[in-house]
């Protein structure tokens, strides 16, 4: 199995690398970038890419993206430190067949990725909860975000000032968070806003 | 965030009983002088009053004190309303959240929105100091994770694999090591950064060899250079009075930078008073003055987050806050496609 292995840093490169050759597998390639992660896929000959997210150049949601819509695109696995659920979304987005952690110990990587490759076609991607909030609460939550105060988002909206106050309390406890400043980054990091 | 009551001192004395109180006195005094002009004549004349004229003027000054502190009220009310209204708008604000601001009618005095465009601007201020701190953050954690993590897995790599022969074993050691190295010098950077970010830099000025300081910052330098393929090349010999430990501090930032961006080559110049660097690397991403700020770095985005694409720009914020301490500055003299030139001028302490 030929793996390209695209991170900025250089001596996560050669852990991998060393790590998963003991492990069995061919390692085609090392790039630094998204960029050269596109160039390289582009060349043929590779099954699976482990790709960072946050790289020089092009990062690894756009390299995903670009890698995953070719011809012969090999299978992108996505192994990074972030876990934040937009960004999960983003990779989902962008055609990436897992998403893995860097933390990950080289031997149960390994064997994650014969059973992804056994099975490409599998959800793989984490689970990303969204919470169900109706069109008036997530409404509220986007002026909430800009900004506005109870009293401007009822007007805005025409409502009651304590209408407005039922919906952030429906949301915030949605989102299980206590006030508004958790709720807005609670829900930017979901992606909501 | 709401302001603890007690914030409020017990004696302050609240604006509107005085504006009550002015705007009383002055409906209330032409009344009194009237009367005062009115009954004067007449009580010179005749030497005294009858007691239903006493009674009137009782009931009129009565009357006449009544309507003007019932005037002052209403009016006191009236005007400082913009102002009650702006303290209740700020009560009701949700501060925190990013893009809160105050919203401006259009309809309110001059001063009322004066103070609420301030208000907004200095909110504005934080949230953005605050953003770029949590993306600095961000970054920070990327940035001390991914080499632990790697350090790991070639730690394991090296316990576990027999089959590496003693060169790997070598070069994977010395790997780890100069990372290590890389990482220490990190966390240095932000304990000076977050030092010098809240204090002035005391200096220990003595008479110094700035050829010598820069050679001894470039030694320092050498296994980067090499590993990089970096050509560097010295000219110029000047002495100032400088604190040497402190400017070779900035030099080492300037200079690791220079490193690590050049292509092939990078050139120290020293003149008296000032040091000049240039690399042939990509040039700067931004303008130095928004590189040069303390947990500050070149913002990227990925799916719609901000994130700061390292911790790079530290080292610039404390090699300018250690030569503003000398009381000079850093400049750009050139950065584009053939290059970075900074120029690090030292201030008073040129000999």
């Known amino acids: 199995m030929r793996v390209l292995i695209a991170d900025d840093h250089p001596l996560f490169r050669m852990g991998l690398a060393l790590a998963l050759g003991a492990e069995g597998f061919d390692v085609a390639g090392e790039v630094e970038n998204g960029r050269q992660a596109v160039e390289r896929c582009a060349q043929g000959g590779i099954d699976v890419v482990l790709m960072d997210v946050k790289m020089p150049d092009m990062d690894g949601i756009e390299a995903c993206r670009q890698a995953a819509a070719a011809p012969r695109a090999p299978v992108v696995v996505m192994l990074t430190t972030f876990e934040e659920p937009a960004i999960v979304r983003a990779a989902h ?30 959800d793989w ?60 980054r609670r829900a930017s990091e979901l992606g909501l806003l | 965030m709401r302001a603890p009551r007690s914030d409020r001192a017990p004696s302050t004395r609240s604006l509107r009983s ?120 961000a970054a920070l954690m990327h940035d001390l994770k991914t080499p632990l993590i ?72 050498q296994p980067l250079s090499r590993e990089r393929g970096v050509d560097v090349a010295v000219q110029g010999e000047a002495r100032a009075r400088v604190d040497p430990k402190e400017l070779e501090r900035a030099l080492y930032n300037l200079l690791s930078n220079a490193v690590r961006y050049a292509r092939s080559r990078i050139e120290v110049e020293v003149f008296p008073g000032m040091v000049r660097i240039s690399d042939d690397g990509p040039g700067l991403p931004e303008p130095l003055e928004r590189l040069a700020q303390p947990f500050n770095g070149q913002p990227v985005e ?36 053939r290059g970075t030139v900074l120029l690090a001028y030292l201030g008073g302490g040129a000999m």
């Open chain 1, 93 to 122: 987005e962008a055609g990436a067949t897992a998403f893995l952690s860097k933390e990950t110990e080289p031997r149960e990587l390994a064997r994650l990725l014969r059973a992804i490759l056994d099975d490409p076609e599998r």
């Open chain 2, 18 to 137: 005085q504006l009550a109180w002015v705007i009383a006195v002055l409906s209330g005094l032409p009344n009194l002088v009237l009367v005062g002009t009115v009954l004067l004549p007449v009580y010179r004349r005749t030497g005294s009053l009858t007691p239903g004229v006493w009674m009137f003027i009782g009931a009129w000054l009565v009357a006449v004190v009544g309507i003007s502190v019932f005037v002052g009220y209403v009016l006191s009310r009236q005007l400082l309303a913009p102002l009650s209204d702006v303290a209740e708008d700020i009560e009701a604000l949700p501060r925190a959240v990013p893009g809160a601001r105050l919203s401006m009618s259009g309809r309110e005095p001059r001063e009322v929105l004066a103070v609420k465009r301030a208000f907004n601007a200095m909110l504005e201020e934080m949230h953005q100091e605050q953003a770029r701190r949590s993306s600095f953050t």
């Open chain 2, 150 to 221: 790697a350090a790991n897995h070639l730690l394991n790599v090296v316990r576990d694999n027999e089959e590496l022969t003693r060169e790997q074993r070598i070069e994977v050691v010395s790997r780890l090591s100069t990372e290590n190295q890389a990482l220490i010098d990190l966390v240095q950077k932000m304990v000076d950064a977050h030092r010098l970010e809240l204090e002035d830099v005391p200096l220990k000025r003595e008479a110094s060899d700035l050829r010598v300081l820069v050679a001894g910052v470039l030694e320092r330098l």
């Open chain 1, 125 to 184: 991607m984490p689970r990303v909860e969204l919470p169900d909030l109706t069109p008036r609460e997530e409404q509220v939550l986007r002026l909430m975000a800009r900004g506005l105060s109870t009293k401007a988002i009822a007007k805005e909206l025409g409502l009651s000032p304590e209408t407005v106050k039922d919906y952030l309390l429906g949301a915030f406890r949605k989102l299980d968070v206590r006030d508004r400043v958790s709720a807005v």
């Open chain 2, 302 to 337: 990925i799916a719609g987050r901000r994130y700061t694409a390292g911790t790079g720009g530290l080292g610039l914020f404390i090699a300018r806050r250690v030569l503003e301490a000398h009381g000079g500055r850093l400049v750009t003299e050139a950065s584009g496609e």
